[in-house]
T-cell receptor, first 113, second 107 residues
């Protein structure tokens, strides 16, 4: 049982490049979310999903796309990277609506130059 | 919109008791959660209050008052390892975080 696995752990991108941050969980959790964390800003919700095939926007969705084709995977796509997207990205999951605690991955540290 | 307010920093000494307050303004509110984060690592879930009142888990307790849109996390018998960032989060259809409180425990 690996929990929530995020890859890569570190990434440097050039402005304008695109990439996908991977998130996978092996706990059969229905709910999955993506957050970004900037210094002094706490965790801000980018996109979330309440089940396979269902996604919705969070607080800061612009510049990011998600899809949820399987229960296990919830990739986050950066369409055209900008320096403002330099951040630490966390993926999180929870079993269902009655399970209140999210399990977080260890994060992806992204730098856009 | 949704917003949660908590102090940015709190300092306390080992063995003491500290309370971290959180006020919230949010729609579709189910309850208030608390998370701990050490040195930018993965946040870990501490507690959840879906009903008014106090929930106790070992040295940590959490309180919620829906009528006051207010909650707090109480840490007792502070240890050096409790030095971390603590986040309150509003649980609705999605989980929205406050900006976090950095707790420093001094010897």
């Amino acid at each position: 049982n690996a929990g929530v696995t995020q890859t890569p752990k570190f990434q440097v991108l050039k402005t304008g490049q695109s990439m996908t941050l991977q998130c996978a969980q092996d706990m059969n959790h229905e709910y999955m979310s993506w957050y970004r964390q900037d210094p002094g800003m706490g965790l801000r919700l980018i996109h979330y999903s309440v089940g396979a095939g269902i996604t919705d926007q969070g607080e800061v969705p612009n510049g990011y796309n998600v899809s949820r084709s399987t229960t296990e995977d919830f990739p986050l796509r950066l369409l055209s990277a900008a320096p403002s997207q330099t951040s630490v990205y966390f993926c999180a999951s929870r079993r269902d609506r009655q399970d209140y605690g999210y399990t977080f991955g260890s994060g992806t540290r992204l730098t856009v130059v | 919109g949704q917003s949660l307010e908590q102090p940015s920093e709190v300092t306390a000494v080992e063995g003491a008791i500290v309370q971290i307050n959180c006020t919230y303004q949010t729609s579709g509110f189910y309850g208030l959660s608390w998370y701990q984060q050490h040195d930018g690592g993965a946040p870990t879930f501490l507690s959840y209050n879906g009903l008014d009142g106090l929930e106790e888990t070992g040295r940590f307790s959490s309180f919620l008052s829906r009528s006051d849109s207010y909650g707090y996390l109480l840490l007792q018998e502070l240890q050096m390892k409790d030095s971390a960032s603590y986040f309150c989060a509003a649980q609705g259809g999605k989980l929205i975080f406050g900006q976090g409180t950095e707790l420093s425990v001094k010897p």
